[in-house]
């Protein structure tokens, strides 16, 4: 694990989130996309040292639904930068975590992911991020 990537955070919608970041908090919004292979609608949020993603669900079957149905808005997950991807995947595996996604699927932005299933960690959901494909990966 390199550094924390991003913190994601569920929200119910961010239209009425962004403002709250941006005009409270005085944090930048970077950008906002949809993340089809998850049903989510994201945005990137700067908050300096770290990225908040906020997440918002695009279909009342996605994860992240499930997720604000049970807790309700807050922190999702911890997203960390890692490089070789696959290769952090079979390591962890080796160590006896055991991972939701068995190989990486892309994320936000076109990055690698994979998740780590909170049952190994504690009860924290942990995310993989690999942005070494990416030109110009610096947000």
Same mark, same amino acid.
């Given at each position: ?6 913190? &994601?955070?569920?929200?119910? %919608? ?8 941006? $005009? /409270? ?9 949809? /993340?089809?292979?998850?049903? /989510? ?28 149905? $049970? $807790?309700?808005? &807050?922190i999702h997950h911890v997203a960390f930068s890692v490089e070789g ?12 975590? %055991?991972?939701?996604?068995? !190989?990486?699927? !892309? ?15 504690? &009860? ?16």
């Amino acid at each position: 694990m390199k550094k924390v990537d991003h913190i &994601g955070i569920a929200v119910k %919608n961010l239209d009425a989130s962004i403002p709250f970041y941006e $005009k /409270v908090l005085g944090l930048p919004l970077l950008r906002i996309e949809e /993340v089809h292979s998850e049903n /989510v609608k994201v945005a990137f949020i700067d908050a300096g040292n770290v990225k908040l993603e906020l997440l918002e669900p695009l279909t009342n079957d996605s994860a992240i639904a499930t997720f604000l149905e $049970k $807790k309700g808005e &807050g922190i999702h997950h911890v997203a960390f930068s890692v490089e070789g991807i696959q290769a952090r995947i079979d390591e962890l595996k080796e160590k006896g975590m %055991n991972m939701i996604h068995e !190989t990486p699927k !892309t994320g936000a932005g076109g990055a690698e992911v994979a998740f780590m299933h909170p049952k190994s960690s504690f &009860g924290v959901l942990y995310e993989l991020c690999d942005k070494t494909n990416i030109k110009g990966a610096n947000s």
